[in-house]
């Protein structure tokens, strides 16, 4: 069971001490935006890399983007330890995780809410974790969406029987409240924004997610 806070809900202008506040977290989660694949804009490669070089943990890179193609290598190359695409925006995807595998990381594949997991299960075979969002993808704090555990079941499932070192993450309004219906249906990783940041004590906040996915 892994805690990967979303630095989305942090102080962007202390960056270097949001993510040693989170230090006894597995992954600081960084959300890539564009404004185009998702209606936001957050940060980009030059900004990851500075956050690789402070990074007490190893960064896990959801990358909301078009041509994740062309733009997600780069990130692998600088040194984040998983990057995610998501799989509506790769045109070719098999390439695209090796490349980032390539790069030394682990590949991951993301899934909006209103995207089927079957058409891609071949894929597990090239990826190292799926990402089922259990919110629309683009802004923090927003509510859980239960009706996703059948689609992290079914993943979950798929990768029991395609067997390997494959996660499954989470990710959209996970909290104390959501955390153990998700690790009930099979998710291994757990992203929390708004429910770590916006805690009293980010650290205590990402022990308590720890605990109660353990459950
Ligand atoms: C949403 C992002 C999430 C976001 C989660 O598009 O992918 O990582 O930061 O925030 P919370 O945990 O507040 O829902
Ligand atoms: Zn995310």
């Known amino acids: 069971m892994q805690i990967s806070p979303s630095i989305l809900s942090a102080d962007f202008a202390n960056l270097e001490s949001e993510l040693a506040a989170i230090s006894n977290a597995d992954w600081a989660h960084v959300d890539v935006m564009d ?29 909301m983007i078009e ?11 600088a040194g984040a330890k998983s990057v995610t695409f998501h799989i509506e925006a790769a045109k070719d995807p098999v390439t695209l995780a090796r490349d980032i595998r390539g790069q030394g990381a682990r590949a991951s594949m993301a899934l909006k809410p209103g995207t089927a997991f079957a058409p891609y299960e071949e894929l597990l075979t090239e990826v190292d974790m799926v990402l089922v969002m259990t919110v629309e993808p683009g802004f923090g704090g927003q509510s859980f969406m239960a009706d996703q555990m059948p689609k992290v079941e079914q993943v979950r499932q798929a990768v029991r029987k395609h067997g390997g070192d494959i996660w499954v993450q989470v990710d959209g309004g996970v909290s104390a409240g959501t955390i153990e219906q998700c690790a009930e249906a099979g998710a291994d990783v757990f992203v929390a924004g708004s429910a770590v940041y916006g805690a009293h004590e980010a650290a205590s906040a990402v022990d308590e997610l720890r605990e109660l996915a353990l459950r």
């Not at 998702?38 to 990074?55: A, C």
């Not at 041509?67 to 190359?77: F, M, S, V």
């Open 35 to 63: 404004a185009h694949f998702v209606p936001n804009l957050t940060l980009g490669l030059p900004i990851v890399e500075s956050l690789l070089r402070v990074s007490p943990i190893p960064i896990d890179c959801h990358l």
């Open 67 to 77: 041509d994740p193609d062309r733009w997600a290598p780069p990130y692998a190359e």
